[in-house]
Nanobody
Framework: QVQLAESGGGLVQAGGSLRLSCAASGLTFSSYAMGWFRQAPGKEREFVAGIIRSGGITYYADSVKGRFTISRDNARNLVYLQMNSVKPEDTAVYYC????????????????????WGQGTQVIVSS
């Protein structure tokens, strides 16, 4: 079956960096667009970053643009989220998600379009 497993979360000071990883199995990874979402306590799950199947196009929420970078390694079935200059408001559980796509045009920010989700990894940013 399809599994997405996030890792790399933890406690980091404001201004620091963290890299999250998501290992995918049970699917043809290169056929899926990938996304990172996050959910803070008492809030809705929100889009953070997305990347098309080939990795050639990326998308970001305004709140993380210029600080976070999404990338993928299709040979190893991995997707990453490099988080730099983190802020306390980045504190959340971070989830990776997979969406089967047939073109580069898709609704990357809508969580309802993603078929598979990981269990999440906690990120806490201290001030």
């Amino acid at each position: 079956q399809v599994q997405l497993a996030e890792s790399g979360g933890g406690l980091v000071q404001a201004g620091g960096s963290l890299r999250l990883s998501c290992a995918a199995s049970g699917l043809t990874f290169s056929s899926y667009a990938m996304g990172w979402f996050r959910q803070a306590p008492g809030k809705e799950r929100e889009f953070v970053a997305g990347i098309i199947r080939s990795g050639g196009i990326t998308y970001y929420a305004d709140s993380v643009k210029g600080r976070f970078t999404i990338s993928r390694d299709n040979a190893r079935n991995l997707v990453y989220l490099q988080m730099n200059s983190v802020k306390p408001e980045d504190t959340a559980v971070y989830y990776c998600a997979a969406q089967r796509t047939y073109s580069n045009s898709y609704n990357y920010a809508d969580k309802r379009g993603y078929e598979y989700w990981g269990q999440g990894t906690q990120v806490i940013v201290s001030s």
